[in-house]
C-alpha cells in the first residue's frame, strides 16, 4: 500500500521529486545517475496518441546538457540531422536539402506553403480528406492565397481521376499539396500514384506533401512520387522530442523561391541559405531538442531504419486490431485500408460509455489515448507510434477492458 501511494506520488510530481534528488545529492548529478533517477522512480504515461509521443530514455537523456549555437560540436549535429534525414527520404545532397524549421509541425508546413506558392499567380489546388488537409486550406486562407479544394470522404482515397481533371480545367494551377497520412482518420494515401498522375499533366507543378506522422515509419522514396517539398516534425516516427519540424526541398525548385515568403521567420528559402553559408540558424536553434533527434535517428538505424521500424508499429497495430476485435470495437476505416499509424474507432452504442470517464479511466491507469478528429462520427482513436511495442498494446486491450468492465459497459460490444 505504501509503495502503491509512493508510486502515486510521483507519476503526479515527478518534476517536484526529481528536484529533492538533485537538493539531497552531496555531489553534482551526471546524465547516467539522472537517467537511473528516471528509469527506476519516475513513471511516465504511455501515449498511444497522434502526439507528443513517447520517447526513449536515451534520447530524453541525450538532452542534459547545453550547447552553444555556434558550437563546432552543434553545427556538427545539424549537419549529421540534415544528411540522415536526406537518406531517409532516399535522396542525395544534390538535388535535395533538408531545412530544419523551429516549432511544430504545422509551422513547417505553413513556412513551405508561404515560400513556395509565388506571391503573383499563385494557385494551390489542395487535396483535403481530413482536419490536416483542411489546415492547409486555413493557412492559404490567412496568405489570402487563391486556391481550389478537392473534398473527398474521410474513408476515402484519392480520386486521381478527378485531380488530373481539374488540372486540365485549371491550368494556371502552380501547386498542388496534400497530406500522406491523414492523422485525423488514419488513411494513408497514396502519394506515389497522385504525384506521378500530376506530373502526367503539368510537369512543372509543385508537388507538396505533408508527411508529419507517417515519414520515418512509412516508405516514401521523394523522387518515385515526384515530391518537390515534403514536411514532418521531429516528434512523429523519428521518436524524438517535440520542438522543431523540418521540410524536405527539392533544390532547383527551393533556389527559385528567393523572395517570395510572407514571413521572416517562416522563410525557408532565407533558413537554407544561412545553414549553408554558416552552418548556423538564423535565430535561436532548438539546441536540445536536436541533440535529442540525434540519438533518436541513431536508434532508429539500430532498430533497421525504416523497415524496422515499420514492422514494429504494424506490430503493435495488429496486436490493438486483434485484441479491440475481441471486444468488439468497430474500425472507422473498412479492411480496404491498411495504414498502421493510428486507429479510429467508433464509440460503443452501450449506454453505460462516456468517451469523457473512458478517457480519465484509461489515463488513470497511465495509458493516454485521443479523442477523434473525423467530423461525421463520433470516434476515438489510438496511436502505434512513438516509444511503443506489442507489451504495450497488450496492456492497453487489458486496461481498456477493465474500464469497460468498471464503466459497466457489456462486453464484447454488440
Ligand atoms: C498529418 C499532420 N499534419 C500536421 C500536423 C500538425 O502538427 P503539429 O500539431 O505538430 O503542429 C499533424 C499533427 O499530428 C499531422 O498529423
Not at 179 to 187: A, D, L, M, Y
Not at 236 to 248: D, M
Not at 354 to 371: M, T, W
Amino acid at each position: 500500500m505504501m509503495m502503491m501511494m509512493r508510486r502515486l506520488k510521483l507519476v503526479q510530481f515527478p518534476a517536484k521529486h526529481i528536484a529533492k534528488s538533485f537538493r539531497n545529492s552531496r555531489a553534482s548529478i551526471s546524465i547516467t545517475s539522472m537517467s537511473r533517477v528516471q528509469n527506476s522512480e519516475v513513471t511516465s504515461k504511455k501515449l498511444f496518441t497522434p502526439g507528443p509521443l513517447g520517447v526513449s530514455y536515451e534520447t530524453k537523456a541525450a538532452m542534459l546538457r547545453d550547447l552553444g549555437s555556434r558550437d563546432v560540436e552543434f553545427i556538427d549535429t545539424v549537419k549529421f540531422i540534415r544528411s540522415k534525414l536526406l537518406d531517409l527520404a532516399c535522396v542525395t545532397a544534390d538535388t535535395y536539402t533538408v531545412v530544419p524549421v523551429q516549432g511544430s509541425g504545422t509551422y513547417a508546413v505553413e513556412a513551405v506553403l508561404s515560400t513556395v506558392v509565388p506571391r503573383q499567380g499563385g494557385k494551390v489546388l489542395v487535396l483535403v480528406s481530413g482536419a490536416y488537409g483542411r489546415r492547409m486550406t486555413q493557412i492559404l486562407d490567412y496568405m489570402q492565397c487563391d486556391r481550389i479544394i478537392i473534398e473527398g470522404a474521410e474513408h476515402d482515397k484519392t480520386d486521381i481521376e478527378a485531380v488530373q481533371k481539374c488540372l486540365i480545367e485549371n491550368p494556371d494551377i502552380t501547386t498542388v499539396s496534400m497530406v500522406h497520412c491523414e492523422t485525423s482518420s488514419g488513411v494513408i494515401h497514396q502519394v506515389e500514384k497522385v504525384g506521378n498522375a500530376i506530373k502526367e499533366i503539368r510537369p512543372n507543378v509543385v508537388f507538396f506533401v505533408d508527411a508529419m506522422s507517417s515519414f520515418g515509419g512509412v516508405p516514401l522514396h521523394l523522387v518515385d512520387a515526384k515530391i518537390d517539398f515534403m514536411v514532418s516534425s521531429a516528434n512523429k516516427c523519428i521518436e524524438g522530442v517535440p520542438g522543431f519540424s523540418f521540410a524536405i526541398c527539392n533544390l532547383e525548385k527551393l533556389k527559385k523561391c528567393k523572395g517570395i515568403a510572407r514571413s521572416l521567420s517562416l522563410d525557408i528559402y532565407e533558413q537554407y541559405d544561412n545553414l549553408e553559408k554558416t552552418g548556423q540558424f538564423r535565430f535561436t536553434p532548438p539546441t536540445h531538442a536536436m541533440l535529442a533527434f540525434k540519438k533518436a535517428l541513431e536508434e532508429l538505424e539500430q532498430e533497421g531504419n525504416i523497415a524496422g521500424r515499420s514492422k514494429r508499429y504494424k506490430e503493435n497495430r495488429a496486436v490493438l486490431r486483434k485484441g479491440m476485435k475481441e471486444l468488439g470495437f468497430q474500425e472507422f476505416l473498412d479492411d480496404t485500408h491498411d495504414g498502421y499509424i493510428i486507429t479510429s474507432y467508433f464509440f460503443p452504442k452501450d449506454p453505460n460509455f462516456s468517451f469523457k470517464a473512458f478517457y480519465e479511466k484509461l489515463s488513470n491507469l497511465g495509458q493516454v489515448i485521443y479523442p477523434g478528429k473525423v467530423t461525421k462520427a463520433d470516434c476515438f482513436r489510438i496511436g502505434n507510434i512513438g516509444h511503443l511495442f506489442p507489451s504495450d498494446m497488450e496492456h492497453l486491450l487489458k486496461c481498456i477492458k477493465d474500464v469497460c468492465m468498471e464503466m459497466n459497459v457489456k462486453l464484447p460490444l454488440k
